[in-house]
């Protein structure tokens, strides 16, 4: 992930430079980040993943949106505006939607590593994500075939709830039941 400028920007500035461009762009305090596009590998892996969280979510209060979709993360206690744009999230607070975006905190946020933004997803999303009180943070590397989860505990801090490499089922502390086989999710 890529400082897209190296001057901070306002929030205004960042959706004109949103509207005007076809790149996926964050806003992280004040600051414009690029996304890569995805690769095969990783347009695959989310699909995967996508369909066995839809099949889970039937008849359930939440709601999968993946990308491109703009979250704005909101709570009273945090200052600033952060506009992500996370591979999969799962929301269950409908409070939030707008015509053009979530506005608020997921309830279960995924992201997919690709080779140039890790350090993006390991560190800045993972502290911004339970910062803001993601119940869940997914992250899935697929060039070590893993996924690990982090779930808030009750000092709403990241703890690790489940971790996999290459075999082996991920489960879901959130949604109580969920499990995906690793085999299947990468499965190209």
């Given at each position: 992930m890529n400082q897209y400028r190296n001057d901070s920007v306002s929030v205004e500035e960042y959706f004109r430079i949103r509207e005007n461009s076809d790149t996926l762009l964050e806003y992280i305090d004040g600051f414009v980040y690029m996304s890569p596009s995805p690769s095969?590998?990783?347009?695959?892996?989310?699909?995967?993943l996508e369909m066995n969280f839809l099949n889970f979510l039937v008849a359930k209060p939440c709601e999968l949106f993946h990308a491109p979709y703009d979250?704005?993360?909101?709570?009273?206690?945090?200052?600033?505006?952060k506009v992500v744009i996370p591979d999969i999230s799962i929301i269950c607070d409908k409070s939030g939607f707008t015509d053009?975006?979530?506005?608020?905190?997921?309830?279960?946020?995924?992201?997919?590593?690709s080779p140039s933004n890790q350090s993006?997803?390991?560190?800045?999303?993972?502290n911004l994500y339970m910062n803001y009180g993601v119940k869940e943070y997914w992250i899935v590397n697929p060039m070590l075939?893993?996924?690990?989860?982090?779930a808030l505990n009750d000092e709403n801090m990241y703890e690790q709830h489940d971790m996999q490499?290459?075999?082996?089922?991920?489960?879901?502390?959130?949604?109580?039941?969920?499990r995906v086989d690793l085999a299947y999710l990468f499965n190209n």
């Open positions: 095969t590998i990783h347009q695959r892996i989310s699909r995967n979250i704005e993360l909101k709570i009273e206690k945090m200052e600033g505006t053009a975006r979530y506005v608020g905190v997921p309830s279960l946020i995924v992201e997919i590593l993006h997803d390991l560190i800045t999303k993972l075939c893993a996924v690990t989860v982090y490499i290459n075999t082996g089922e991920i489960t879901s502390k959130l949604l109580n039941g969920f």
